[in-house]
């Protein structure tokens, strides 16, 4: 069985150092219970990455509001996380059928520390090996008769153009009505900002393929934005910016977008 992947150790060690904290930005007080002395270790080789465990933090807070904003209205929404990693959302948030979609390692060990009987709200993990198996073929044994949405959170940064047309075709096939909730990275802002990080994540294996302007191609495949919300700018918001807004709208304007959370949507509203 392949190793869980490194980056999954390492986002949710950020979330376990917020939920220390007095005041916590998510609180996912379930993240301890994933870091074992070999996550730590991975947690140790980003500590110099402060802005981006920052941005990690605060891009979970931005999705945890908009999925919980949504149940307010929806409580018998679907929520599919695909690559969803060690989230705890259906075990903090209230209402919504949850389906969890991951590497079979993955859910091995998020099995054995956090199990699905200990979860208030219906959950149901796939295990897939993203290599191998077909992913159309997993989403197509889902079913849920309320509206559905789609998570997929620092997983498009991984994807190549082709690979997110590919994985887009297969959502509209499986679901031919939804929302996606994903957070979208420009190459610019990779090469500007994230080059250090990229060093790290390459050292263990991985690779951004972040592209020049990814909205532009959930636009050309059928999606509209409801949404756009600029993790920098509710950064600022959280006081762990200390930036002024002005400052970085005269000065950085390009790029308060360029590292966004996205509400997507497919043909008819779910609202």
């Not at 929520?79 to 091995?108: C, H, K, N």
């Not at 309320?146 to 679901?175: A, D, M, Q, T």
Request: proline share 4%; aromatic share 10%.
């Amino acid at each position: 069985m392949k190793p869980i992947s490194n980056m999954a150790f390492y986002c949710c060690g950020v979330r376990m150092q917020d939920a220390a904290r007095e005041s916590p930005v998510c609180g996912d007080v379930y993240a301890k219970l994933f870091i074992d002395e070999y996550g730590r270790r991975i947690c140790d080789k980003f500590k110099e990455e402060t802005i981006s465990s920052a941005s990690i933090i605060v891009r979970h807070r931005i999705i945890d509001d908009i999925v919980r904003h949504m149940l307010l209205s929806r409580p018998n929404l679907g929520i599919v996380t695909i690559g969803a990693g060690f989230d705890s959302r259906p075990y903090r948030l209230a209402g919504g059928t949850w389906f969890e979609l991951d590497e079979p390692q993955v859910m091995a060990y998020k099995n054995e520390r956090l199990p699905i009987s200990e979860c208030a709200n219906p959950l149901h993990r796939v295990s897939i090996d993203f290599c191998i198996d077909s992913l159309e073929e997993k989403l197509s044994h889902i079913v849920h008769r309320g509206p559905i949405i789609l998570i997929l959170e620092g997983v498009f940064i991984y994807l190549n153009e082709n690979e997110i047309r590919k994985s887009l075709k297969i959502f509209h096939n499986c679901f031919p009505k939804h929302q996606l909730v994903c957070d979208l990275v420009s190459r610019k802002m990779v090469e500007s900002y994230g080059k250090k990080l990229h060093e790290i994540v390459e050292e263990m294996g991985a690779s951004f393929k972040a592209v020049d302007k990814p909205e532009s191609i959930f636009l050309i495949s059928g999606y509209h934005v409801k949404k756009t919300i600029s993790i920098l700018e509710v950064s600022v918001d959280l006081g762990i910016n200390k930036i002024p807004k002005f400052i970085w709208r005269f000065f950085f304007n390009g790029e308060i977008k360029d590292n966004s959370v996205y509400v997507l949507e497919k043909h008819d509203p779910i609202e």
